[in-house]
């Protein structure tokens, strides 16, 4: 199986699992991955997770021209940025409408810096500082702009009122990274108001130094 086909049943994999696990729903959400000559895959737009085509992936020549597939998403602006501003680092994209995430991006007591209360290590760990970004109207092209903004430094970020993204530099590790982002949004969702025991700031330091942790 040529490194291609192989892409196209990962993409369509790990989004059927994530599909079927209820973190995201409907047509929402979208992923890209890139090729080793620079090639990139997306899903098309307004198509759902749990039934995508691997044959009719958006697929975009190194220089970003759409070459075969359907229409992509929308959100190509989104995906673009991390790949312009963290090329070395990131080889996928995922983008989600995960509920305890965008839920937790609604309340006003979070810190825009870093959404994130530091309560696993596995949150630290694969995520760094998660930045939430203002609301955009959806393929609004700033959305990519205020990515750019961040010069590199953020791996994740969670766009208000919408959903998660994270790049990595493998598509299995953006997706395992997501789910750890939900999964920590829901564990602040459920502790909200609990005063639940933080990781101190030693404890994160020493995962900082330990795992090479984006933390700036």
């Known amino acids: ?62 220089d970003g021209k759409l070459t075969d597939g359907d229409k992509p998403t929308k959100e190509m602006p989104l995906h673009a940025a991390f790949y312009e501003t963290r090329p070395q680092k990131t080889g996928a994209v995922v983008h989600l409408h995960s509920c305890h995430s965008v839920a937790l ?5 979070v810190d825009p810096d870093n959404m994130l209360p530091p309560l696993t290590a596995y949150s630290v760990m694969k995520l760094g500082k998660v930045k939430l970004l203002p609301y955009f109207m959806p393929g609004d092209p700033a959305m990519g702009d205020a990515i750019r903004g961040l010069a590199g430094k953020r791996s994740a970020v969670m766009l208000a009122a919408h959903g998660p993204v994270v790049a990595a530099k493998e598509l299995e590790a953006a997706v395992y990274a997501i789910e750890e982002l939900e999964e920590t949004a829901k564990l ?24 090479d942790v984006e933390w700036d």
């Open 105 to 109: 991006s609604l309340l006003s007591e």
């Open 1 to 62: 199986m040529s490194e291609e086909a192989r892409l196209r049943d990962d993409i369509c994999l790990m989004a059927k699992s994530l599909y079927d696990r209820g973190l995201t729903a409907g047509a929402s959400g979208n992923i890209s991955a890139r090729l080793s000559d620079g090639r990139l895959l997306v899903t098309p737009t307004g198509s759902s997770f749990g039934r995508l085509d691997p044959s009719r992936l958006s697929l975009f020549s190194a």
């Open 188 to 211: 602040a969702m459920l502790t909200r108001g609990a005063n639940p025991k933080l990781l101190s700031d030693a404890q994160i330091a020493d995962l900082v130094k330990t795992y």
